[in-house]
Structures are given as structure tokens and as C-alpha cells.
């Protein structure tokens, strides 16, 4: 099993930034494909962004190219989300999340119902 716990939200201001974090317990992350995913009130979760077992490949959503990067360290079993720019829609309770059993390519890396483990999720509010 995996456990995922996520920190590094807060309350910042339009074009702050934040990273947030995600470490893991279990087993090594390295055999997982790890994703961002975003859930604000009222709305569907979201997909941010995706990181392939080694780090070679990433996807981003298109609201985010540019502004967010995701990253990973194996070695330390921890997955990061780098968020610039920060804008009022970024809104949202913020979830990582492990796939164990995925080929990394875009219709499978997106989709949340893929994943096998949850964070339990940080909150980001950006304000205006």
C-alpha cells in the first residue's frame, strides 16, 4: 500500500507562488505514475498535472502550462507541484495521487479514476 500526504497550501494573493508537496510511505514511488489533481467547492475534480515513473515525461492541463511544474524524487519518495503565477481560479483543495499500473500516455495520466492511492489534500487560495 501507499500512503500520500500532501502540505505546502496556504492563502496567498494573485501571482504569488507556492510548492506543494507530496510525501509517500509504503512502497517506493518509482514503480508509480504520480498526478495533481484539483477539486474546488461545487466543481469536479480536476487534473493539474502528471510525472511518469522516472521523471522523463510529464503532462500538464492547459490552464497550467507555463505557470506549474511538476517533479519527483525517487530517492526520497516525494512528488512536488511548483505553482507560479497563482490566479484566483487555481482555487482548490489540492490532491496527489499514485496510478500502479498505467502506461503513461495522456488519456491514462489524466484521468483520476485510473489512480490507485490518495492524498488526503491541501488547500490553496489565491485571492484577488
Known amino acids: 500500500q501507499v500512503q500520500l500526504v500532501e502540505s505546502g497550501g496556504g492563502l496567498v494573493q494573485a501571482g504569488d507562488s507556492l510548492r506543494l508537496s507530496c510525501a509517500a510511505s509504503g512502497r517506493t514511488l518509482s514503480s508509480y505514475t504520480m498526478g495533481w489533481f484539483r477539486q474546488a467547492p461545487g466543481k469536479e475534480r480536476e487534473f493539474v498535472a502528471a510525472?511518469?515513473?522516472?521523471?522523463?515525461?510529464?503532462y500538464y492541463t492547459q490552464s497550467v502550462k507555463g505557470r506549474f511544474t511538476i517533479s519527483r524524487d525517487n530517492a526520497k519518495n516525494t512528488v512536488s507541484l511548483q505553482m507560479n503565477s497563482l490566479k484566483p481560479e487555481d482555487t482548490a483543495v489540492y490532491y496527489c495521487?499514485?496510478?500502479?499500473?498505467?502506461?503513461?500516455?495522456?488519456?491514462?495520466?489524466?484521468?483520476?479514476?485510473?489512480?490507485?492511492?490518495w492524498g488526503q489534500g491541501t488547500q490553496v487560495t489565491v485571492s484577488s
Open positions: 495521487a499514485a496510478d500502479r499500473l498505467s502506461a503513461f500516455i495522456e488519456a491514462v495520466a489524466t484521468d483520476g479514476g485510473r489512480y490507485d492511492y
Open positions: 510525472i511518469s515513473r522516472f521523471g522523463g515525461s510529464t
